[in-house]
């Protein structure tokens, strides 16, 4: 499916959506399916296996008692950005709940994915949320135990990348006081 897009005959004839026309159609397709918006196109979200959900709610365990005053955390909630609508697995926005009751955030200062299989889509979002000014992203390599941090976005590129792997620390710049020891992930 993938490759199809690429083919400018028949990437000239999708139809992208807004993020406002997006967002006033329903979170399912016609096949009961949740779906996001990236880069104007609606695609699948991917399943969850076993593995990846109880990788992210050993974050929503750990980080949350970690986050200082005027920063808040969100499970699978969309972020609304300039063309896209994504739902990352975990990430750590700046306000309070009630910030957020009319509209998504429009950026965050930690965006955290699992990548159990889905590690190439999820280096392909690193361009969407530097481009979002999100200020760290991190994408959790389980099978490796290492995780990929993203930071310094600038003109919608990352300039930092580096890997951490199983002993190691991981030191959130964007967010004073998160400071995980990666093997408390995979725990």
């Known amino acids: 499916m993938t490759a199809i897009l690429e083919l400018p005959e028949v990437r000239q004839r999708v139809s992208p959506l807004s993020v406002e026309e997006y967002s006033r159609l329903n979170q399912f397709n016609e096949n009961g399916k949740r779906t996001e918006l990236i880069r104007g196109i609606v695609i699948e979200k991917m399943s969850k296996s076993p593995l990846h959900a109880s990788i992210v709610m050993r974050l929503v365990e750990l980080i949350p008692p970690l986050l200082p005053s005027g920063f808040h955390a969100r499970q699978d909630q969309p972020l609304s950005l300039a063309d896209s609508v994504p739902e990352p697995d975990f ?59 993203y930071r310094a976005p600038v003109a919608g590129i990352y300039r930092e990348k580096t890997v951490v792997t199983e002993r190691a620390l991981l030191n959130c710049a964007s967010v004073p006081g998160l400071n995980i020891p990666l093997e408390e992930i995979f725990a």
């Not at 889905?118 to 280096?123: F, G, I, K, N, Q």
């Open 91 to 149: 990430a750590v926005v700046r306000g309070s709940r009630q910030d957020f009751l009319t509209s998504h955030p429009k950026s965050a200062a930690l965006v955290v994915e699992v990548a159990v299989s889905s590690v190439a889509l999820d280096r392909e979002l690193a361009s969407l949320y530097a481009e979002a000014g999100v200020e760290e992203y991190w994408i959790i390599l389980v099978p490796q135990r290492a995780v990929e941090i």
